[in-house]
């Protein structure tokens, strides 16, 4: 089943130059392909949409900051199952709790400084696409 979903390299991941380590880890998924990428600096009204689920909780404005800190790199990632894909690649919220292998297991142990977004259903990557790439359709 070739889906495609919305990945962020946050912050923290631009800054400690980690983009290039979890690109590569993206496209040596067999038959994965990135179809989309561009830097860029999140406003807080985009970040407000595409976190809407957290709104009002205790970490969202910590969140928003740090989202808003520097520039992240979004992308679209195309290919098999990519959506379950990309989540386990990345590994659970906590890095912490994140197995080694996992990106936030073997670079974070923040939870808000967690590296990479993946979208978490593919109701979640239809709405995250048109609102990051509403160009691309
Ligand atoms: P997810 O990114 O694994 O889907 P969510 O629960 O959707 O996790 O939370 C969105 C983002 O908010 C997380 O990736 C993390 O950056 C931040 N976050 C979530 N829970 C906490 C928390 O308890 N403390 C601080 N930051 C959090
Ligand atoms: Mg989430």
Known sequence: MSQRTLVIIKPDG??????????????????????????????????????GEHVGKPFYEPLVEFMSSGPVVVLVVEGERVIEGLRTLAGPTDPIAAGPGSIRGDFG????????HASDSEESAERELKLFFPTVG
């Open 14 to 51: 631009v800054r400690r130059g980690l983009v290039g380590e979890i690109l590569g880890r993206i496209e040596r998924k067999a038959g994965w392909r990135i179809s989309a990428l561009e830097m860029r600096e999140l406003d807080r009204s985009l970040l407000e949409q595409h976190y």
């Open 109 to 116: 142990t923040i939870v808000r400084e967690n590296l990479i």
